[in-house]
């Protein structure tokens, strides 16, 4: 049996002895080591029970999962509080496929997808519509409240847990954060620890206007990496937590910082709950460092990402809207941004085949709406997928290029590292794939309109 660094519980101990079966040992002793190698102390209570899984898509290579699956299911080890999980990779109802693509879907790259569902629904998965990377929302109803332990997976909701909720909860891997909510046990470093959530980093922002959330994010997230940055001057431009516009704002701030990072914690002067409560000198470590953010800072950030398409002058043959899933907020902004785009270029339908996500919960909520009708007269599309997911199969392999635009630089940096081989081998074919970023929403609106193709 593995000897723990760490100070164990009675309870723990005979768990990882095996008292509950050798599955739950297994599961208790890959947590251990975990912690051992972060230098964790102790295991800490999992307060808030509903977890949140990673791992959404049925990828065949990932036999391991699905044989891992099968034994906890099989044992009894299960997450009986329920979880969510990260949204699907597929929707050919509300996003278009051709027949090429969808063999490519069904039968290569998502092949196990059924099988995997119906695990996760044995599993604990809390219904059939418990699909997205926005779990938090209270649409979806799994809301960590503040100082809460977590062992959730998903860089986006786990900064936006740590950072806009003040729970705790560190960036674990995926099939880990689903051990910790059925043992109901995290190891007790980093996020998890007062000393672990304070700043290395002051931001301060010297900015005319407020920032687009995607690119502020993005610089930040590349200067401190998974270091924790304290941002000051952002208050200034954002209205108190609930706010619907702030939390909007925040979601997507965060998911640049993780992915363009990997930035698991951060702090808004005034605005989130930490720092509201203990301010700059709470939260600020002695030394830390410092970055200035100003207009041309933001425009050199915006300016250096890559347009990955072979054509660098093409045209655009999707969109994408919500990487991560949209608020609800959201999609009335984006309702009424497309219209107003629309009228001015005297058009009545969007040239580009335009998808906008959000969680299945928040999707019924809209669907009620009345602008629901105004955006699909629009000709835009309302999905749930995870469009990254989407995006995996169309690499030079299958030779199914598709020039997409989408409105998160996330989604690109996301996409560049998990096809880097891909790309390297063909950003020069004729049928490369890529990513172009148009941060700013009026110029994505714009594209979306102008950017014609027959």
Same mark, same amino acid.
């Given at each position: 049996?593995?000897?723990?660094?760490?100070?164990?519980?009675?309870?723990?101990?005979?768990?990882?002895?095996?008292?509950?079966?050798?599955?739950? %040992?297994?599961?208790?002793?890959?947590?251990?080591? *975990?912690? #051992?190698?972060?230098?964790?102390?102790?295991?800490?209570?999992?307060?808030?029970?509903?977890?949140?899984?990673?791992?959404?898509?049925?990828?065949?290579?990932?036999?391991?999962? *699905?044989?891992?699956? @099968?034994?906890?299911?099989?044992?009894? %080890?299960?997450?009986? @509080?329920?979880?969510?999980?990260?949204?699907?990779?597929?929707?050919?109802?509300?996003?278009?496929?051709?027949?090429?693509?969808?063999?490519?879907?069904?039968?290569?790259?998502?092949?196990?997808?059924?099988?995997?569902?119906?695990?996760?629904?044995?599993?604990?998965?809390?219904?059939?519509?418990?699909?997205?990377?926005?779990?938090?929302?209270?649409?979806?109803?799994?809301?960590?409240?503040?100082? $809460?332990?977590?062992?959730?997976?998903?860089?986006?909701?786990?900064?936006?847990?740590?950072?806009?909720?003040?729970?705790?909860?560190?960036?674990?891997?995926?099939?880990?954060?689903?051990?910790?909510?059925?043992?109901?046990?995290?190891?007790?470093?980093?996020?998890?620890?007062?000393?672990?959530?304070?700043?290395?980093?002051?931001?301060?922002?010297?900015?005319?206007?407020?920032?687009?959330?995607?690119?502020?994010?993005?610089?930040?997230?590349?200067?401190?990496? #998974?270091?924790?940055?304290?941002? $000051?001057?952002?208050?200034?431009?954002?209205?108190?937590?609930?706010?619907? #516009?702030?939390?909007?704002?925040?979601?997507?701030?965060?998911?640049?910082?993780?992915?363009?990072?990997?930035?698991?914690?951060?702090?808004?002067?005034?605005?989130?709950?930490? =720092?509201?409560?203990?301010?700059?000198?709470?939260?600020?470590?002695?030394?830390?460092?410092?970055?200035?953010? @100003?207009?041309?800072?933001?425009?050199?950030?915006?300016?250096? *990402?890559?347009?990955?398409?072979?054509?660098?002058?093409?045209?655009?043959?999707? %969109?994408?809207?919500?990487?991560?899933?949209?608020? *609800? +907020?959201?999609?009335?902004?984006?309702?009424?941004?497309?219209?107003?785009?629309?009228?001015? =270029?005297?058009?009545?339908?969007?040239?580009? @085949?335009?998808?906008?996500?959000?969680?299945?919960?928040?999707?019924?909520?809209?669907?009620?709406?009345?602008?629901?009708?105004?955006?699909?007269?629009?000709?835009?599309?309302?999905?749930?997928?995870?469009?990254?997911?989407?995006?995996?199969?169309?690499?030079?392999?299958?030779?199914?290029?598709?020039?997409?635009? =989408?409105?998160?630089? %996330?989604?690109?940096?996301?996409?560049?590292?998990?096809? +880097?081989?891909?790309?390297?081998?063909?950003?020069?074919?004729?049928?490369?794939?890529?990513?172009?970023?148009?941060?700013?929403?009026?110029?994505?609106?714009?594209?979306?309109?102008?950017?014609? +193709?027959?």
């Amino acid at each position: 049996m593995y000897q723990p660094l760490m100070s164990l519980t009675p309870e723990q101990q005979g768990i990882l002895g095996g008292k509950e079966g050798p599955t739950k %040992a297994k599961m208790m002793e890959c947590l251990v080591r *975990y912690g #051992d190698v972060f230098g964790a102390k102790r295991m800490a209570e999992v307060t808030h029970k509903e977890g949140h899984l990673v791992t959404s898509f049925g990828i065949p290579m990932l036999g391991t999962v *699905y044989t891992t699956m @099968d034994e906890l299911i099989s044992s009894g %080890a299960i997450c009986k @509080d329920g979880f969510t999980v990260d949204p699907r990779p597929y929707d050919f109802k509300n996003v278009k496929c051709n027949p090429l693509e969808k063999m490519v879907f069904l039968k290569i790259m998502y092949a196990k997808q059924d099988e995997y569902e119906t695990q996760l629904k044995k599993a604990g998965l809390v219904d059939k519509d418990a699909f997205s990377c926005t779990c938090y929302l209270p649409e979806m109803g799994n809301t960590p409240k503040e100082g $809460e332990v977590l062992s959730w997976a998903e860089s986006s909701a786990v900064v936006f847990a740590n950072s806009v909720l003040g729970a705790r909860c560190n960036r674990n891997s995926g099939i880990l954060e689903l051990f910790g909510s059925v043992l109901g046990y995290a190891p007790e470093f980093g996020f998890l620890t007062a000393e672990g959530r304070k700043a290395t980093w002051k931001i301060v922002l010297k900015v005319t206007k407020r920032p687009e959330a995607q690119v502020l994010g993005s610089a930040i997230g590349m200067k401190v990496m #998974d270091e924790v940055p304290y941002v $000051e001057g952002l208050d200034a431009f954002l209205k108190p937590l609930p706010d619907e #516009d702030t939390i909007a704002y925040l979601k997507d701030f965060g998911a640049a910082t993780a992915s363009n990072g990997a930035v698991g914690l951060y702090h808004i002067d005034g605005i989130t709950p930490e =720092a509201k409560r203990l301010g700059e000198k709470g939260l600020l470590k002695e030394n830390c460092q410092t970055y200035v953010i @100003d207009d041309a800072e933001l425009e050199r950030v915006y300016r250096s *990402y890559p347009i990955l398409w072979a054509k660098k002058e093409g045209k655009a043959q999707k %969109a994408f809207i919500g990487c991560p899933h949209l608020t *609800y +907020h959201q999609l009335q902004d984006w309702t009424r941004r497309l219209g107003e785009a629309l009228k001015e =270029a005297g058009r009545k339908k969007l040239k580009v @085949d335009t998808v906008l996500t959000c969680a299945p919960a928040v999707r019924k909520k809209f669907e009620a709406a009345p602008e629901y009708q105004t955006l699909l007269s629009y000709g835009a599309h309302l999905s749930s997928i995870c469009p990254l997911m989407y995006m995996v199969p169309t690499l030079e392999e299958f030779d199914l290029g598709q020039s997409i635009i =989408a409105d998160e630089p %996330a989604f690109a940096i996301r996409f560049e590292v998990a096809c +880097h081989q891909e790309m390297l081998a063909s950003l020069g074919k004729k049928n490369a794939n890529g990513v172009i970023v148009l941060v700013d929403a009026a110029i994505f609106v714009i594209v979306v309109i102008e950017n014609l +193709h027959a």
